[in-house]
């Protein structure tokens, strides 16, 4: 049987109803305290009608761990209640929706976040400045927040959980050499640098249980000599597999470096080489934006599901056109 982008999939115990999923995009709309608005609302009602999965915005775990001025939190439960209203007009169109849980590490917000953390004191640029290194104290800390963050989005009504391990954010500054130069057990080789990770997942799950989704985006290389491969993120992933039910394989981010040359599917090598590897469902992201080509990828079993972002900005009956039959 030829699989195509119009084909159900399971990510756990969630039935998709197809292939095409909403990538996360910033909306930059949120309140001063990190609260949605009316404009989240409309905005991922209006792209939710035909869509497989949605998967939310980045969503800050912690006041010092936002992304941006004017990004979305859930560390309140007045988020909790604002953050309800989207998954509920989300499920008007009996689409899932899943929230991106994220801190942004030595790249959070100087605007908004007063004391920079990261797992070493590098800094990512200027801009940002350098962090302070994380005591044991402070990584367990964050560990409770992802626990809190876990349980308010099952309260707000969210279908599932991505964790953001991307981008060089929090997770992805422990997971890559080059930002972690930690000699206890959180830094040295892949196995110490995974243990965040781990930890974040494990404290993930003593929430929401072992049926509820539970996915992760990576950065699955630095674009950088000695810096993270795609082969070393499967080592570290493989013995965490239990505990997710996908993997969101992006780029780059970590360091001021971006690709020499972006192209329709530039990502999807990376992607072909974790699901090798890994026997959940793969997501591949990065301008695969016609039919043709989601499913020339999912017939050849490069990947299992496509994301997609920014046409959705531009056009949002966009997956209403790619699923034509």
């Known amino acids: 049987m030829t699989l195509t982008l119009n084909d159900p999939i399971f990510l756990g115990s969630l039935k998709l109803r197809n292939r095409l999923i909403m990538a996360p995009l910033q909306q930059y709309k949120g309140t001063p305290e990190a609260l949605p608005t009316g404009h989240h609302i409309k905005h991922y009602k209006r792209r939710a009608g035909h869509v497989g999965l949605v998967i ?4 800050a775990i912690s006041s010092s ?3 941006w001025k004017n990004d979305i939190g859930i560390f309140t439960e007045p988020h909790v209640e604002q953050l309800r209203k989207i998954t509920e007009a989300i499920h008007e169109h009996h689409t899932p929706v899943f929230i991106q849980l994220s801190h942004g590490g ?4 100087p605007e908004v976040t007063h004391s920079l953390v990261a797992p070493s004191a590098i800094a ?3 801009h940002y400045g350098t962090p302070e290194s994380l005591s044991l104290a402070g990584i367990k800390n964050i560990i409770e927040e992802y626990r809190l963050a876990a349980r ?4 707000a009504g969210f279908d599932g959980i991505e964790v953001h391990a991307a981008h060089g954010f929090l997770i992805h500054q422990f997971s890559s050499p080059l930002s972690n130069l930690r000699t206890d057990c959180y830094g040295g ?5 995974s243990r965040f990770l781990k930890e974040v997942l494990t404290t993930i799950r003593s929430e929401v249980g072992h049926d509820y989704p539970v996915m992760i985006r990576i950065s699955a290389t630095d674009y ?4 993270l491969t ?3 993120w499967a080592k570290m992933l493989k013995p965490l597999e239990s505990m997710l039910d996908a993997i969101h394989v992006s780029t780059g981010g970590l360091l001021p470096i971006k690709p020499s040359e972006v192209y329709a599917a530039y990502q999807l090598p990376y992607a072909a080489v974790i699901k090798q590897h890994l026997n959940i469902p793969i997501i591949a992201v990065g301008k695969i934006h016609t039919r043709s080509l989601a499913n020339r990828i999912i017939e050849d079993q490069l990947a299992d599901c496509i994301a997609i972002g920014s046409p959705f900005l531009e056009n949002p009956d966009f997956a209403e056109g790619l699923l034509v039959n």
């Open 189 to 193: 080789d892949s196995e110490n640098r």
């Open 230 to 232: 795609a082969e070393e």
């Open 56 to 59: 939310l915005e980045s969503t």
């Open 224 to 227: 950088c000599q000695g810096g």
């Open 65 to 67: 761990g936002r992304l």
């Open 124 to 126: 990512f640029d200027e």
């Open 152 to 155: 308010r989005s099952i309260e």
């Open 106 to 109: 030595r790249k959070s917000s």
